[in-house]
């Protein structure tokens, strides 16, 4: 199975304007470190421009490309995930299309792995040409995460890394839907090891990653690999119980004393509060429930509807599904 010493995966979503410059960056740093011995499998994530198109004319002139198309949209965990299933390399080089982490870190990563790593993974050190926004909710939500989960997650890691063929087998036997492939690499153990690097602006296009999304990304991380927020109800049941004991001590004492509490706004405080918290409560069990409903379906990850490659014909007759 394993027929290159390198794979390169990289998920596509409408990415058209910067995918010759991709293929044209990635094949020379290829070449210098693996010579022929290399693939590049471009997997388009249900683009709606011209990104398979270009994908398919890149795959019929350099041998060494793998076009795989998903049905339809599957999100960018997913599509990684569907080319980490379909690579066939002893070292898998996981990059975004949009140039924004340098594939010519790729010498220095193969360095550290002939070290004895499985894992290497690029770490952020500076942020080119990213909103002031999303560099915050960024470096909070890595804090917020390694606070709740007990695993190490590596702060300020994307999904840009080198891992071995075992840990890319290991990664494909994990059958969950919903994937943080950065969270599920660090689980995996093995020797890891960081290089920090400078993070650059997207060579063209905008991000596919809009705050909705990045919201759905981070509950996934969390739901994922903690199950802490569904101890929140019985921390705040605590709180709320001391809350009210020390009022019911008031009001009798206030009793005795001749006063009467009067107190209609609080009260209506006090039961929107209640009731905000309930519901609050009821929403993170169903954030779990609904997962356990999804997961409990087994239905495919993603589904591949075609692999356009021009060397490697056998590669066509995957089938269909593929299962994580
Ligand atoms: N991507 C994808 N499917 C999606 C969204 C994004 O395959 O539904 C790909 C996208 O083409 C890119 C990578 O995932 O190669 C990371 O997306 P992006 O660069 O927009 O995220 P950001 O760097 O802004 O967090
Ligand atoms: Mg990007």
């Not at 199975?1 to 740093?29: A, I, T």
């Not at 011995?37 to 793998?66: K, P, R």
């Not at 290089?195 to 063209?204: D, H, K, Q, S, V």
Request: charged residues 20%; negative net charge; contains cysteine.
């Amino acid at each position: 199975m394993d027929k290159f010493s390198l794979s390169v995966v990289v998920p596509c979503y409408n990415e058209e304007e910067g995918l010759h410059e991709l293929h044209r960056r990635v094949s020379s740093v290829c070449h210098d470190c693996v010579g022929d011995n290399y693939e590049l499998v471009l997997v388009n994530d249900g683009s709606s421009d011209a990104s398979w198109t270009i994908m398919c004319d890149l795959a019929n002139q350099d041998q060494q490309v793998v076009a795989v198309n998903l049905s339809r949209n599957h999100g960018h965990q997913l599509a990684l995930s569907a080319g980490l299933q379909v690579c066939r390399g002893e070292r898998v080089f996981v990059l975004d299309a949009d140039l924004q982490d340098p594939p010519e870190l790729l010498a220095k990563m193969m360095a550290l792995m002939d070290e004895g790593c499985d894992v290497v993974y690029g770490q952020r050190i500076k942020r080119e040409g990213e909103t002031a926004f999303k560099k915050l909710t960024a470096f909070a939500f890595y804090r917020l995460l390694n606070r709740m989960v007990d695993i190490n997650i590596p702060s300020d890691t994307g999904d840009f890394r080198l891992m071995s063929r075992r840990a890319v087998d290991i990664l494909n036997s994990m059958p969950e839907h919903h994937r943080f492939i950065r969270g599920m690499v660090s689980w995996i153990g093995l020797r890891q090891q960081a290089l920090p690097y400078e993070r650059a602006a997207r060579f063209a296009g905008e991000t596919k990653y809009p705050l909705s999304k990045m919201i759905r990304f981070a509950v996934d991380a969390i739901t994922g690999f903690s199950v802490h927020p569904l101890r929140v109800a019985s921390v705040l049941g605590i709180w709320f119980g001391v809350a009210a004991l020390m009022m019911l001590v008031y009001v009798v004492a206030q009793y005795f004393l001749g006063n009467t509490v009067q107190g209609w706004t609080s009260l209506a405080v006090i039961i929107l509060a209640l009731g905000s918290v309930q519901l609050f409560v009821a929403g993170v069990m169903g954030e779990y429930l609904g997962r356990l409903y999804m997961e409990s379906k087994g239905r495919p990850l993603f589904i591949i509807q075609e692999i356009v490659c021009a060397s490697e014909p056998e590669l066509k007759h995957l089938p269909l599904h593929q299962k994580g």
